[in-house]
């Protein structure tokens, strides 16, 4: 198995498990998007879009063909995400929010960081690799 097949599993599991992970707790889920520091408009279409988006993306890491766009939705969503991290890592926010999937809640925000880091970077090393 190549490192780009390694890195688009890797990443069609984690954006697989997040997304599920919302849906099948849809209502916390939702909760948690209204416990969020942002409009709660804002809250209700994201309650929404972030797993369908998480889905979509590991979809589209699935096939050489979309794998590019997968790579390239992993590292605008990850990015994304990391900068959230960063900011409640530092203080930013007067409480601090979460809406993590499962098992990532236990993370403490340095490993939720680094773990993030480490996923834009494969997003960006599977666009510099061919399959």
């Known amino acids: 198995m190549n490192m780009n097949r390694i890195f688009s599993?890797?990443?069609?599991l984690l954006w697989t498990?997040?997304?599920?992970?919302?849906?099948?707790?849809?209502?916390?889920?939702?909760?948690a998007f209204h416990n969020q520091t942002f409009p709660e408009e804002l809250a209700e279409v994201l309650a929404y879009a972030v797993p369908i988006s998480e889905l979509l993306i590991a979809l589209l890491l699935l096939f050489a063909v979309t794998r590019w766009w997968g790579y390239l939705g992993s590292i605008l969503l990850l990015t994304v995400f990391t900068t959230y991290v960063g900011l409640i890592w530092v203080g930013a926010f007067p409480r601090v929010p979460c809406n993590c999937a499962g098992i990532l809640e236990s993370l403490g925000w340095a490993e939720h960081f680094v773990l993030n880091v480490m996923g834009i970077g494969m997003g960006v090393a599977g666009i510099r690799l061919k399959d």
Do not use: A, C, H, P
Request: glycine content about 6%.
């Open 9 to 12: 599993t890797v990443l069609i």
């Open 17 to 31: 498990y997040t997304g599920l992970d919302k849906l099948i707790r849809f209502t916390e889920s939702r909760n």
